[in-house]
């Protein structure tokens, strides 16, 4: 039996990456007060589309999971996904005025984002879908947490971080935690280690995913 967890080792191997993620330019920019609304509403229309590819991503999930309880709760998520996350990106738009289809939601650093997250789930197993949205979730709640004490003038930024940083989005970067945990109780050294890599290539995807908001 393994003597470390896989999400402890998953995080240990990915250090460099993650770190790079969670102080990202664009995170510093929000820590900083300094976040311009040029790059913020870019961002907000690549993060929505990706929010609807997270819909399917999550659905194959639902699909490859082994157990009624991971399936309930993989539902909710979709719920979530559907009924609250993409609510706000179309209501932080009108509010804004932004015009979703004024921005290239194609080039590639956003596609690249986009289709190689839904790749991993369409084609992988269970677990690789849940160690590709830990990384990313894992990254939004780490980051989140910094950046919710910020004395935010917008108050879609605010909103934005706090949903991100609230207990709910917690627990869901914990029980994806939790599976990879769980199953990596069994898992060989080698699987163990790829599932590691798509930690690894999704921090990847999201830094240059996260570096494309700026234009």
Known sequence: MPTETLSDQILRENAAVFEAMVNHRFVEDIVLER?????????LVYESAFVETAIS?????????????????????????????????????????????????????????????????????FLDTVATMFAAEWMYWTWSKRAVHVAFVDPHLKEWVEMHADDDF????????????????????????????????????????????YG
């Not at 069994?186 to 930690?199: H, K, Q, T, Y």
């Open 170 to 213: 917690a627990a869901q970067a914990k029980w994806l935690k939790q599976q990879l945990d769980e199953a990596g109780i069994a898992l060989d050294a080698s699987e163990r280690r790829r599932l590691s890599a798509i930690f690894g290539r999704t921090q990847q995807l999201e830094i240059a995913f996260h570096d494309a908001a």
């Open 57 to 125: 991503i999550f659905a194959f999930a639902t699909a490859k999971a082994r157990t009624i309880e991971q399936k309930r709760w993989l539902i909710v998520v979709l719920d979530a996904l559907a009924n609250q996350q993409i609510a706000y990106f179309e209501r932080i738009f009108a509010e804004r005025g932004i015009d979703a289809s004024a921005y290239d939601v194609n080039r590639p650093e956003v596609e690249a984002f986009r289709c190689g997250m839904l790749d991993i789930a369409s084609n992988g197993g």
């Open 35 to 43: 976040l311009s609304n040029q790059v913020f509403e870019r961002y």
